[in-house]
């Protein structure tokens, strides 16, 4: 999501951190470049408009003008309005009792994946949330509801499969919920292809029985502009308090989301990024503007590496590679680590200046096919050669290519690579000290979360790169690259 928009606006921010003078001119240059990317990432027109208004007026400030930076500056000024267009801040959920949710949306958005997603999240977080079933519409709608509350262990209720009247439902869940020990009930409601006066009226009638304290519209971040009018209509028909994202994982322009607060003038509380439970998460404007611009979100991703990856295991591993002994067996909990994170795009996407390495990447190269490939030939190998790359003599490649299914090529090249990123990785330089100091590192009470990021400035040569400049990876990293699929 966004990868159309973050290069063009990439593009258009380093001209303008290239230049030792603004001007109104090449302000205004850069605002016309600025306002065609939105437009191309199907931003709302009217909020395409006022936001660079905006943003204008700011960058032809008279500080900004004579800042020794004024590029740089101006960057600033973008990504602050960007993330007070997004909401400024996160918005929290009303849970005062009686706290009833009611999620509502078109078919095909993930209304029913994201209740029981919204309820895995509120039980992490101590809530004792219950599940109601109130899509009497779409067949099989209240089974998977019932499959995915058994999956996360949350109560549901489901009615039977010839009831149809919604409101005599809601009544029956609220006696059920009565004699069970909750505090939020989530209701799952119908949908349709698309909004119609049946559906609005039976979802009014529900919100006015209920009077729940949020109604959360679940919104398809790929239908673009259709979202945000699908927004209003729900909007007057319950009196929507927020909204979820899903898809945000895949390839669309992004533009619901930048359109979908400033028109509506309803928060986005949630995005779904994948379809597993788990790719769930509050919305932060400030971190997502920050992904639109490259800069990634190291919090995310330091959040989703403690909810998902063993302390223990994974300090032992960083212990074992700084010091030599990293084997195949090693590698191969690190890529099950890896794989638990969810899609490898998205997870290095929240690398700041990854848009950068991306580029320098084979095609395909983060294709989840390929992780399938490098597990199926380290499964391929005996657990001596696992423990040894030594002894990989080439009768014993053949016999691993034939095993996993790969091409003796590709078996060698990877062997070489791993050879390759573990002496880079145990050796001298950056790099190697990096690892030694990751080895060293304490984890405090609280796990990954609570931690502290490291000062890692010296071993990076001084302060934080300028990622609009960041070089091509240095000839060591192509271990990394290898691993990957290969050279360019």
Not at 338 to 356: D, H, R, V, W
Request: hydrophobic residues 45%; aromatic residues 4%.
């Amino acid at each position: 999501m966004f990868s159309l928009l973050s290069d063009k606006l990439d593009d258009t921010f380093r001209k303008l951190r290239g230049l030792s003078k603004i001007t109104e001119s090449n302000i205004a240059e850069a605002m016309r470049d600025i306002r065609m990317a939105l437009l191309d990432a199907d931003v709302e027109y009217s909020v395409a408009r006022e936001f660079i208004a905006h943003v204008k007026e700011k960058a032809m400030g008279v500080a900004v003008l004579k800042t020794v930076k004024p590029g740089e500056q101006i960057v600033k000024i973008f990504r602050d309005e960007l993330a007070d267009l997004l909401g400024g801040d996160a918005a929290e959920l009303n849970l005062e009792a009686p706290a009833r949710i009611l999620v509502v949306g078109l078919n095909g958005a993930g209304k029913t994946t994201t209740s029981a997603k919204l309820a895995r999240k509120l039980k992490q977080e101590g809530r004792k949330p219950l599940l109601v079933a109130c899509d009497l519409v779409r067949p099989a709608a209240i089974d998977q509801l019932a499959t995915l509350a058994g999956q996360i262990e949350v109560p549901v209720y489901t009615p039977a499969a010839t009831e149809k009247d919604v409101i005599r439902v809601a009544k029956d869940a609220l006696r059920w919920a009565d004699g069970m020990e909750h505090d939020v009930i989530i209701f799952d409601t119908a949908g349709r292809q698309e909004v119609d006066e049946p559906l609005v009226e039976e979802l009014r009638k529900l919100a006015k029985y209920l009077n729940p304290k949020e109604a959360l519209l679940v919104a398809d971040a790929a239908t673009g502009q259709q979202a945000v009018r699908v927004a209003q209509t729900f909007d007057e028909a319950v009196g929507l308090t927020g909204i979820i994202l899903t898809k945000l994982d895949g390839d669309a322009r992004g533009g619901a989301a930048l359109s979908m607060r400033a028109v509506t003038g309803k928060p986005i509380k949630y995005i779904g990024e994948g379809e597993k439970l788990d790719m769930f998460g509050a919305f932060v404007p400030q971190r997502m503007a920050d992904r639109i611009l490259g800069m990634g979100d190291i919090v995310g991703l330091v959040e989703k590496a403690a909810e998902k990856i063993d302390e223990k295991s994974a300090m032992n591993s960083v212990s074992r590679m700084m010091s030599g002994e990293f084997n195949f067996n090693d590698f191969l909990e690190q890529m099950r680590m890896m794989q638990n994170l969810g899609p490898l795009e998205g997870l290095l996407g929240l690398l700041p200046g990854f848009s950068k390495i991306k580029k320098q990447l084979p095609e395909g190269a983060l294709d989840p096919k390929k992780l399938k490939h490098m597990e199926a030939i380290v499964l391929s190998m005996t657990p001596a050669e696992r423990a040894n790359y030594k002894l990989l003599i080439p009768s014993r490649r053949r016999r691993i290519a034939k095993g996993s299914g790969r091409s003796e090529i590709e078996v060698n090249r990877f062997i070489k690579n791993f050879k390759d990123m573990k002496e880079m990785m145990s050796g001298k330089g950056k790099m190697g000290n990096m690892m030694k100091a990751m080895g060293k590192m304490k984890m405090p009470p609280g796990g990954a979360a609570g931690a502290g990021m490291p000062d890692l400035s010296s071993l990076m040569g001084g302060g934080m790169p300028d990622m609009s400049r960041m070089p091509k990876m240095p000839s060591g990293m192509n271990a990394f690259r290898g691993l990957f699929g290969g050279r360019r």
